[in-house]
Nanobody, 119 residues
Framework: QVQFVESGGGLVQPGGSLRLSCAPS??????????MGWYRQTPGTQRELVAR????????HFADSVKGRFTISRDNATKTVYLQMNSLKPEDTAVYFC??????????WGKGTLVTVSS
Protein backbone atom coordinates (compact mmCIF):
# COMPACT_ATOMS: atom_id res chain seq x y z
CA GLN A 1 0.00 0.00 0.00
CA VAL A 2 1.67 3.20 -1.19
CA GLN A 3 1.17 6.32 0.87
CA PHE A 4 2.68 9.77 0.92
CA VAL A 5 5.20 10.39 3.69
CA GLU A 6 5.41 13.91 5.04
CA SER A 7 8.32 15.41 6.97
CA GLY A 8 9.70 18.72 8.17
CA GLY A 9 7.16 19.69 10.78
CA GLY A 10 8.02 20.93 14.24
CA LEU A 11 7.71 23.72 16.74
CA VAL A 12 8.37 27.22 15.48
CA GLN A 13 7.80 30.68 16.88
CA PRO A 14 5.31 33.07 15.28
CA GLY A 15 6.92 34.74 12.30
CA GLY A 16 9.21 31.80 11.69
CA SER A 17 9.55 29.47 8.73
CA LEU A 18 9.40 25.76 7.99
CA ARG A 19 9.82 23.70 4.88
CA LEU A 20 7.76 20.55 4.54
CA SER A 21 8.56 17.69 2.19
CA CYS A 22 6.47 14.84 0.91
CA ALA A 23 7.31 11.78 -1.13
CA PRO A 24 5.59 8.46 -1.79
CA SER A 25 6.55 5.46 0.31
CA UNK A 26 6.81 3.34 -2.80
CA UNK A 27 6.36 3.49 -6.52
CA UNK A 28 3.52 5.64 -7.84
CA UNK A 29 2.99 5.20 -11.53
CA UNK A 30 2.46 8.45 -13.32
CA UNK A 31 3.30 10.80 -10.45
CA UNK A 32 4.07 13.58 -12.89
CA UNK A 33 0.53 13.62 -14.26
CA UNK A 34 -1.05 14.25 -10.88
CA UNK A 35 -1.82 17.66 -9.53
CA MET A 36 -0.46 17.68 -5.98
CA GLY A 37 -1.44 19.59 -2.90
CA TRP A 38 -0.87 20.21 0.77
CA TYR A 39 -3.75 19.84 3.16
CA ARG A 40 -4.00 20.61 6.86
CA GLN A 41 -6.27 19.56 9.66
CA THR A 42 -6.85 20.62 13.25
CA PRO A 43 -8.84 18.59 15.79
CA GLY A 44 -12.56 18.73 15.14
CA THR A 45 -12.25 20.34 11.71
CA GLN A 46 -12.37 19.16 8.13
CA ARG A 47 -9.11 18.66 6.28
CA GLU A 48 -8.58 21.70 4.07
CA LEU A 49 -6.53 22.17 0.94
CA VAL A 50 -4.13 25.05 1.47
CA ALA A 51 -1.89 24.86 -1.58
CA ARG A 52 -1.79 22.95 -4.84
CA UNK A 53 0.38 22.71 -7.91
CA UNK A 54 -0.75 21.41 -11.27
CA UNK A 55 0.91 18.68 -13.27
CA UNK A 56 1.38 20.45 -16.56
CA UNK A 57 2.48 24.02 -16.25
CA UNK A 58 3.14 23.87 -12.49
CA UNK A 59 0.66 26.65 -11.84
CA UNK A 60 -0.02 27.17 -8.16
CA HIS A 61 -3.09 28.00 -6.13
CA PHE A 62 -3.41 28.92 -2.48
CA ALA A 63 -6.10 29.27 0.13
CA ASP A 64 -6.66 32.89 1.11
CA SER A 65 -5.44 32.13 4.62
CA VAL A 66 -1.91 31.33 3.40
CA LYS A 67 -1.62 33.41 0.24
CA GLY A 68 1.56 35.45 0.17
CA ARG A 69 3.17 33.40 2.95
CA PHE A 70 3.31 29.83 1.60
CA THR A 71 4.81 28.53 -1.61
CA ILE A 72 4.51 25.07 -3.13
CA SER A 73 6.88 23.34 -5.52
CA ARG A 74 7.49 19.88 -6.89
CA ASP A 75 10.32 17.80 -8.30
CA ASN A 76 8.95 15.12 -10.59
CA ALA A 77 12.34 13.43 -10.89
CA THR A 78 12.37 12.61 -7.19
CA LYS A 79 8.58 12.55 -6.82
CA THR A 80 8.81 15.13 -4.04
CA VAL A 81 6.49 17.98 -3.18
CA TYR A 82 7.54 20.87 -0.96
CA LEU A 83 5.69 23.47 1.06
CA GLN A 84 7.68 26.51 2.14
CA MET A 85 5.89 28.26 4.97
CA ASN A 86 6.97 31.74 5.99
CA SER A 87 5.59 34.29 8.45
CA LEU A 88 3.92 31.51 10.34
CA LYS A 89 1.02 32.30 12.63
CA PRO A 90 -0.45 30.39 15.57
CA GLU A 91 -3.51 29.64 13.43
CA ASP A 92 -1.24 27.69 11.04
CA THR A 93 -0.85 25.06 13.75
CA ALA A 94 -2.14 21.80 12.29
CA VAL A 95 -1.19 18.41 10.96
CA TYR A 96 -0.11 18.84 7.35
CA PHE A 97 -0.65 16.18 4.70
CA CYS A 98 0.11 15.92 1.04
CA UNK A 99 -1.95 14.11 -1.57
CA UNK A 100 -3.19 14.48 -5.10
CA UNK A 101 -5.14 17.66 -5.68
CA UNK A 102 -7.67 19.05 -6.08
CA UNK A 103 -9.17 15.60 -5.56
CA UNK A 104 -7.24 13.58 -2.97
CA UNK A 105 -6.90 9.83 -3.31
CA UNK A 106 -8.13 8.16 -0.15
CA UNK A 107 -5.59 5.36 -0.36
CA UNK A 108 -2.65 7.79 -0.52
CA TRP A 109 -3.19 9.56 2.82
CA GLY A 110 -0.17 9.32 5.11
CA LYS A 111 0.24 10.18 8.76
CA GLY A 112 1.03 13.82 8.17
CA THR A 113 3.53 16.04 9.93
CA LEU A 114 2.66 18.26 12.89
CA VAL A 115 3.38 21.97 12.70
CA THR A 116 3.07 23.91 15.93
CA VAL A 117 3.40 27.69 15.90
CA SER A 118 3.79 29.00 19.40
CA SER A 119 5.99 31.24 21.48
Amino acid sequence: QVQFVESGGGLVQPGGSLRLSCAPSGSIFGFSIYGMGWYRQTPGTQRELVARITSGDFSVHFADSVKGRFTISRDNATKTVYLQMNSLKPEDTAVYFCNTAPIPRGDYWGKGTLVTVSS
